[in-house]
């Protein structure tokens, strides 16, 4: 006999659902995702991506945890601008760790790369000075544990740095960027990668994705003293979360 799932356990189900599905997703397109990176944001995530560094370094972190690293473009882009930082990267798809440790020998940069999940990281309370998140906490299946457990590991006067695609805004630029979003991307993904259903995936998860407002609200309840900024009009967005 079978017993209904209700409430919290419904809940739970649905959240492992969807880690499952992201997982199996990012495995099936490692080999060829910083490529897809380059192609689909025309080299401009690299900008995204300094702007994003500049604020996680800015208090000179001695431990440095990068959460959702995939294939650690972000934990090697921090290494490169802070050599003295212990930079770890975490992330639960080992095919893009794989990869991101192929790419720190050739860079000869030293990182630690690390299989963990970023709802329940693998890390004692107060381990990091610095807690970075690069295009990754979209696929949270829920996000207020994963602020938790930043904040967790995060020592007192740490920083939590989040850059990520919000939903595109209304007005004309909004229109372009969820038609493209929408209907091009897919297609380009899809060719390049060979998945289809991981560029439909995307925009989907964008669009689902809470406003910047919305996701400063969510870090200012998990205790943050939070402020974001909007980059390239609003294709992404940088949030900064202080721990008091």
Same mark, same amino acid.
């Given at each position: 006999?079978?017993?209904?799932?209700?409430?919290?356990?419904?809940?739970?189900?649905?959240?492992?659902?969807?880690?499952?599905?992201?997982?199996?997703?990012?495995?099936?397109? @490692?080999?060829?995702?910083? !490529? $897809?990176?380059?192609?689909?944001? =025309?080299? %401009?995530?690299? *900008?995204?991506?300094?702007? #994003? @560094?500049?604020?996680?370094? !800015? $208090?000179?972190?001695?431990?440095? =945890?990068? %959460?959702?690293? *995939?294939?650690?473009?972000? #934990?090697?882009?921090?290494?490169?601008?802070?050599?003295?930082?212990?930079?770890?990267?975490?992330?639960?798809?080992?095919?893009?760790?794989?990869?991101?440790?192929?790419?720190?020998?050739?860079?000869?940069?030293?990182?630690?790369?690390?299989?963990?999940?970023?709802?329940?990281?693998?890390?004692?309370?107060?381990?990091?000075?610095?807690?970075?998140?690069?295009?990754?906490?979209?696929?949270?299946?829920?996000?207020?544990?994963?602020?938790?457990?930043?904040?967790?590991?995060?020592?007192?006067?740490?920083?939590?740095?989040?850059?990520?695609?919000?939903?595109?805004?209304?007005?004309?630029?909004?229109?372009?960027?969820?038609?493209?979003?929408?209907?091009?991307?897919?297609?380009?993904?899809?060719?390049?990668?060979?998945?289809?259903?991981?560029?439909?995936?995307?925009?989907?998860?964008?669009?689902?994705?809470?406003?910047?407002?919305?996701?400063?609200?969510?870090?200012?309840?998990?205790?943050?003293?939070?402020?974001?900024?909007?980059?390239?009009?609003?294709?992404?967005?940088?949030?900064?979360?202080?721990?008091?």
């Amino acid at each position: 006999m079978t017993i209904p799932l209700v409430g919290d356990q419904q809940s739970q189900t649905d959240q492992q659902r969807k880690a499952d599905d992201v997982q199996a997703m990012f495995a099936s397109i @490692a080999h060829r995702y910083d !490529l $897809l990176n380059r192609v689909l944001s =025309l080299g %401009v995530d690299k *900008g995204w991506r300094r702007a #994003a @560094a500049q604020e996680a370094l !800015l $208090l000179k972190p001695s431990d440095l =945890l990068d %959460v959702a690293t *995939g294939t650690a473009d972000f #934990a090697l882009e921090l290494k490169r601008h802070s050599p003295g930082t212990q930079v770890t990267g975490s992330d639960f798809v080992p095919q893009m760790l794989d990869i991101g440790r192929v790419k720190a020998r050739a860079q000869h940069l030293n990182i630690q790369l690390e299989e963990g999940d970023a709802l329940n990281l693998p890390y004692p309370d107060a381990s990091f000075d610095t807690v970075t998140c690069a295009f990754g906490f979209r696929n949270f299946s829920d996000y207020a544990r994963g602020l938790a457990e930043f904040w967790r590991v995060l020592r007192p006067g740490g920083r939590c740095v989040i850059l990520e695609f919000p939903p595109p805004a209304p007005g004309l630029f909004g229109s372009v960027f969820r038609f493209y979003f929408q209907h091009i991307l897919p297609r380009i993904g899809g060719l390049v990668s060979g998945n289809a259903g991981a560029y439909t995936y995307l925009p989907e998860s964008v669009l689902a994705f809470p406003a910047p407002d919305r996701l400063a609200g969510l870090m200012v309840a998990t205790g943050f003293r939070t402020r974001y900024r909007l980059l390239s009009f609003g294709i992404a967005a940088v949030h900064v979360g202080d721990k008091l």
